[in-house]
């Protein structure tokens, strides 16, 4: 992996049981979330007003637990950081799960289509269009630590991830979706990289796609 990572050393049973104690924590305060989402819907319903509003629940970053030898942290390209899930209803959405990628920066135009405005200057795809992103664009940029900030593409199948110390991560997340062995070689490795799965873009191709993404503005962020 990129050298920030795989220089941590592997955690103790001490910092494992305070992480499982912390999330126990963690867990047992979505009761009061639960509780207030109760309590907001019902006086909605009460108004009359529920079947005309639209909510959404969504999450900042995810934080990292124990995987990779990381504890309490969200500054990493990884997926327990990089996914989360959002809950939104109302009148234009179906009932069900859905797997369309989304970002955090389609938020802003879904939430202004559906109060009858446009945000022609926005990055974002509302979540009410029928075209939907292929890639979701990461930056990782941890404070005072240049060598660990990163860039990145994730989808589906993959994550692809440039660090400022040169290194690169892709992982196949098909095959392995704990992000364990990273398909490309670490910075100054004598040999040549193994060819990727043949249905993932070459590690150029996916250079070459980030380069786009890291500057793309309105329409072409997709």
């Not at 207030?36 to 319903?45: C, D, E, F, N, Q």
């Not at 990089?82 to 809950?87: D, F, G, N, Y």
């Not at 369309?100 to 009858?116: C, E, F």
């Not at 509302?126 to 075209?131: A, F, G, I, P």
């Amino acid at each position: 992996k990129a050298e920030r990572t795989r220089m941590l050393p592997v955690l103790t049973p001490e910092q494992c049981a305070a992480g499982d104690l912390l999330e126990k924590r963690r867990l047992r305060t979505m009761l009061a979330l639960d509780e207030a989402v109760k309590s907001i819907l019902g006086a909605l319903r009460a108004s009359g007003r529920l079947d005309n509003t639209y909510v959404f629940i969504a999450s900042d970053n995810g934080f990292q637990m124990g995987q990779h030898r990381l504890m309490n942290t969200k500054a990493v390209p990884y997926v327990e950081s990089m996914r989360v899930p959002m809950l939104a209803w109302g009148p234009a959405f179906r009932k069900g799960v859905s797997s369309r990628l989304v970002s955090n920066i389609d938020l802003a135009p879904t939430i202004a289509g559906l109060a009858g405005c446009r945000l022609p200057d926005a990055d974002g795809i509302s979540l009410l269009e029928s075209t939907q992103r292929t890639v979701v664009l990461g930056q990782i940029t941890p404070p005072g630590d240049l060598r660990g900030a990163c860039w990145g593409l994730q989808d589906s199948r993959m994550s692809y991830f440039e660090y400022g110390s040169g290194d690169r991560e892709c992982f196949d997340l098909r095959s392995d979706p704990g992000q364990v062995r990273n398909l490309l070689p670490p910075v100054g490795a004598s040999s040549p990289p193994p060819p990727l799965p043949h249905d993932l873009p070459t590690p150029a191709q996916l250079s070459a796609r980030l380069a786009v993404l890291k500057t793309c503005r309105q329409g072409s962020c997709r």
